[in-house]
């Protein structure tokens, strides 16, 4: 099948911990690579940011990324990008229409590709799926603030919801928010993202660490709706353990972040200074490494989306403590693989952490159910097997019947 990812803002060939660049990057490059292995031909359209970026080029894993000049050629901001959208859109159905190669589905990523990618679907008649990965309205709700682009975000989200053929849910609160929102359910169908289980798996470097300190580890970018606070907050709870705590800049500009700053201040006030370490950010490459040298992952988000972390944690065998928001709820099974807690309840938090931290057996059966549910549930493969199905039963309905004999 001919598989057209269309990812404005994310190529898939971006380093992630660059500003707009995390799961989204990760999650296209990875889906490209998994739909390239099961033997489709798949271009990821992404917008031409550099001009030092060719028309096209080759991903090490076998997919195309096409770089589409729309807009000018450097970084803008994925809130500032509905502008081009339309001029990329037309790129697009200008590139299917001229025949060299015509797709046989759409699948956009994130609400202002999927804007593009219906205009280049209405002139070609490719069907189009569209992944949102955040909801404006979700967001907002959680932050507070209206910072997730332009004000008609929500609007635009609304009806994507009924101008594509089909939405791919990654969780099971997005069907319920996007019911409300008045998106038909028959046109969804829910597809976890997968976690790379060549990179997160047990057996590995283990980064350093002191064997009779219990480990806590949290991993994640240095923002407040993270939840590191509240892991801070819930330290006193577990006197002997240190806490580790790995993303936000490099360590060397720590000193210069102003989260990290107040995630420091915290620990002071809390006397648990001595066993805070904030590692700063850590290559993609060795992330695995610090979570097998943990004893628990604790993933305490006010929200999330998606949350790749308590699955990379669970693919490398360590149990997780998450709070029960967005997909974390879906991929932590409380008390078989790990516990979920309230959000922003950090004696909650401190409660989970002494139990499971005294209790070896507990860790134990966590960490192997989790690794189960991760291999069962949570590989690529089988990603790209469910929208490979999804993807076929939309280019059986578009083409026309064949005539009976
Ligand atoms: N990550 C990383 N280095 C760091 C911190 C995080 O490579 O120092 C990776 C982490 O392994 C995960 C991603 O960044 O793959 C974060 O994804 P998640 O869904 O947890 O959060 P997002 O950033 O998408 O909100």
Same mark, same amino acid.
């Given at each position: 099948?001919?598989?057209?990812?269309?990812?404005?803002?994310?190529?898939?060939?971006?380093?992630?911990?660059?500003?707009?660049?995390?799961?989204?990057?990760?999650? #296209?490059?990875?889906?490209?690579?998994?739909?390239?292995?099961?033997?489709?031909?798949?271009?990821?359209?992404?917008?031409?940011?550099?001009?030092?970026?060719?028309?096209?080029?080759?991903?090490?894993?076998? !997919?195309?990324?096409?770089?589409?000049?729309?807009?000018?050629?450097? *970084?803008?901001?994925?809130?500032?990008?509905?502008?081009?959208?339309?001029?990329?859109?037309?790129?697009?159905?200008?590139?299917?229409?001229?025949?060299?190669?015509?797709?046989?589905?759409?699948?956009?990523?994130? +609400?202002?590709?999927?804007?593009?990618?219906?205009?280049?679907?209405?002139?070609?008649?490719?069907?189009?799926?569209?992944? !949102?990965?955040?909801?404006?309205?979700?967001? *907002?709700?959680?932050?507070?603030?209206?910072?997730?682009?332009?004000?008609?975000?929500?609007?635009?989200?609304?009806?994507?919801?009924?101008?594509?053929?089909?939405?791919?849910?990654?969780?099971?609160?997005?069907?319920?928010?996007?019911?409300?929102?008045? #998106?038909?359910?028959?046109?969804?169908?829910?597809?976890?993202?997968?976690?790379?289980?060549?990179?997160?798996?047990?057996?590995?470097?283990?980064?350093?660490?002191?064997?009779?300190?219990?480990?806590?580890?949290?991993?994640?970018?240095?923002?407040?709706?993270?939840?590191?606070?509240?892991?801070?907050?819930?330290?006193?709870?577990?006197?002997?353990?240190?806490?580790?705590?790995?993303?936000?800049?490099?360590?060397?500009?720590?000193?210069?972040?102003?989260?990290?700053?107040?995630?420091?201040?915290?620990?002071?006030?809390?006397? #648990?200074?001595?066993?805070?370490?904030?590692?700063?950010?850590?290559?993609?490459?060795?992330?695995?490494? +610090? !979570?097998?040298?943990?004893?628990?992952?604790?993933?305490?988000? +006010?929200?999330?989306?998606?949350?790749?972390?308590?699955?990379?944690?669970?693919?490398?065998? #360590?149990?997780?403590?998450?709070?029960?928001?967005?997909?974390?709820?879906?991929?932590?099974?409380?008390?078989?693989?790990?516990?979920?807690?309230?959000? *922003?309840?950090?004696?909650?938090?401190?409660?989970?952490?002494?139990?499971?931290?005294?209790?070896?057996?507990?860790?134990?059966?966590?960490?192997?159910?989790?690794?189960?549910?991760?291999?069962?549930? !949570?590989?690529?493969?089988?990603?790209?097997?469910?929208?490979?199905?999804?993807?076929?039963?939309?280019?059986?309905?578009?083409?026309?019947?064949?005539?009976?004999?």
């Amino acid at each position: 099948m001919r598989i057209a990812m269309i990812s404005q803002h994310a190529s898939p060939l971006a380093a992630p911990g660059a500003e707009d660049a995390g799961g989204q990057n990760t999650h #296209v490059a990875e889906l490209a690579s998994a739909l390239t292995v099961a033997g489709h031909d798949v271009r990821v359209y992404t917008r031409r940011d550099s001009p030092a970026l060719p028309e096209a080029v080759d991903a090490p894993d076998g !997919y195309q990324v096409c770089h589409v000049p729309a807009g000018p050629a450097r *970084r803008v901001p994925k809130a500032d990008l509905l502008p081009h959208t339309g001029e990329f859109g037309g790129r697009l159905a200008d590139t299917w229409r001229r025949g060299g190669w015509t797709p046989d589905v759409a699948h956009a990523h994130f +609400w202002t590709s999927g804007l593009a990618t219906v205009h280049a679907s209405r002139r070609t008649g490719v069907p189009t799926v569209l992944t !949102y990965h955040s909801l404006g309205t979700v967001k *907002r709700r959680h932050q507070g603030v209206p910072d997730t682009g332009p004000p008609g975000r929500a609007g635009y989200e609304r009806a994507l919801g009924r101008a594509v053929d089909r939405v791919v849910v990654q969780r099971s609160d997005e069907v319920a928010e996007l019911v409300r929102m008045g #998106v038909p359910r028959s046109r969804m169908a829910l597809v976890p993202s997968g976690v790379n289980e060549a990179v997160f798996r047990p057996d590995g470097p283990v980064a350093p660490r002191d064997p009779a300190r219990p480990r806590i580890l949290t991993v994640g970018r240095m923002v407040e709706r993270k939840g590191f606070l509240d892991v801070v907050r819930a330290l006193p709870a577990v006197p002997d353990a240190e806490c580790v705590v790995v993303g936000g800049p490099p360590a060397h500009l720590l000193p210069a972040d102003t989260f990290a700053r107040r995630l420091s201040a915290l620990a002071d006030s809390c006397g #648990v200074a001595d066993r805070v370490r904030l590692l700063g950010g850590v290559p993609r490459e060795e992330v695995a490494a +610090w !979570y097998r040298s943990a004893d628990v992952l604790v993933a305490a988000p +006010w929200y999330e989306p998606f949350g790749l972390t308590p699955l990379e944690g669970m693919a490398c065998g #360590v149990p997780v403590i998450g709070t029960n928001v967005g997909g974390i709820a879906d991929s932590v099974v409380d008390g078989l693989t790990g516990d979920l807690v309230p959000p *922003r309840d950090p004696r909650a938090l401190g409660t989970a952490l002494r139990r499971l931290l005294g209790d070896n057996v507990r860790r134990f059966a966590y960490a192997t159910a989790a690794l189960d549910r991760v291999r069962s549930r !949570y590989s690529w493969r089988r990603c790209a097997e469910q929208l490979v199905a999804v993807y076929g039963a939309l280019t059986t309905a578009a083409r026309p019947a064949p005539a009976v004999a």
